[in-house]
């Protein structure tokens, strides 16, 4: 199949999908915000038509859900019409939450992969601390970012840290489970056949069972990525944060800006598929060099 074609058979069904998500946007916006305006119309003393009704419900200050064209206008207003470091600019927040996310994906990432090679080498890990690992994230992480908070600033550990742990807890578990079922993915006689040249240990790890291991790996750290951002927006939440998507959020909900709500959710949607696409890049390039066919 041609460039061209593969171009189109990618992006025909996106754009078909992003316009019914708009379309039953629009219909959402109509319907919920409806209620109110015909509520505001009977106080002033005022009918109006449908096609008057639909538009007073597109064009509200303060609507229960805000139309499409609202969330983006103010997209533009607060990334291209301030200066990017200004605390009305929502790039400035972006990078707050940003730089958070990619501490805590760093740590969680490292730490996966520890606890993956040593589940893989050591038996008793195996048994003992999986269970655990598995345990720790059914707890809520609404549950356990406050308490995070907390205990570090009671040992004054404040700022980008106690974010980026709460970032670390939810990205550590994907990359631990992948790896650990990438580094035993190497099949029976292939470690057979590396026992017959008498390869060490070492040499079977980085050899074998590392480089089967990294299609699992990007696998996972796409799920870490985007779970890091996650956990960087909720731990500004319980810390009272002034800058960051979460800090935008919480301020938004206090002063039912509900349009600053959501285009707060759609710059961090924005940073979610930037952070995942970079990975997605990295992977294919890695798999390039270990000779893999591009796609």
Request: proline share 6%; glycine share 6%; charged share 10%.
């Amino acid at each position: 199949m041609s460039s061209p074609a593969k171009a189109r058979d990618k992006i025909v069904p996106v754009l078909t999908i992003t316009a019914i998500i708009i379309v039953a946007w629009y219909v959402a916006a109509i319907l919920m915000n409806a209620p109110f305006q015909r509520d505001q119309d009977k106080r002033d003393g005022v009918t109006s038509t449908m096609s008057e009704l639909v538009g007073k419900t597109l064009s509200q200050p303060k609507p229960t859900m805000p139309a499409p064209h609202q969330v983006v206008e103010n997209l533009y207003k607060n990334i291209f019409t301030v200066k990017p470091w200004s605390a009305r600019s929502l790039v400035y927040h972006a990078w707050v939450t940003l730089s958070s996310t990619l501490l805590g994906f760093a740590m969680g990432t490292i730490l996966g992969v520890v606890i993956a090679v040593g589940i893989v080498h050591v038996p008793a890990l195996d048994k003992s601390f999986l269970p655990w690992i598995i345990a720790s994230q059914t707890i809520p992480i609404l549950a356990v970012a406050p308490m995070i908070v907390v205990v570090l600033s009671a040992v004054n550990i404040t700022g980008i840290l106690p974010k980026a742990l709460i970032s670390t807890y939810l990205s550590f578990f994907p990359v631990a489970v992948g790896m650990v079922k990438g580094l035993r993915s190497p099949e029976v006689m292939h470690l057979d056949l590396v026992h017959t040249y008498n390869a060490t240990k070492w040499q079977t790890f980085w050899k074998l069972r590392v480089p089967a291991s990294i299609p699992f790996f990007f696998t996972s750290i796409k799920v870490a990525v985007a779970a890091s951002l996650v956990g960087a927006i909720v731990g500004e939440l319980p810390t009272g944060a002034v800058a960051g998507i979460g800090s935008k959020l919480l301020a938004g909900s206090y002063y039912s800006q509900t349009i600053d709500v959501w285009a707060a959710l759609i710059a961090g949607s924005i940073v979610a598929v930037l952070l995942v696409t970079i990975v997605d890049i990295a992977a294919k390039l890695v798999g390039m060099s270990m000779g893999a066919r591009p796609e």
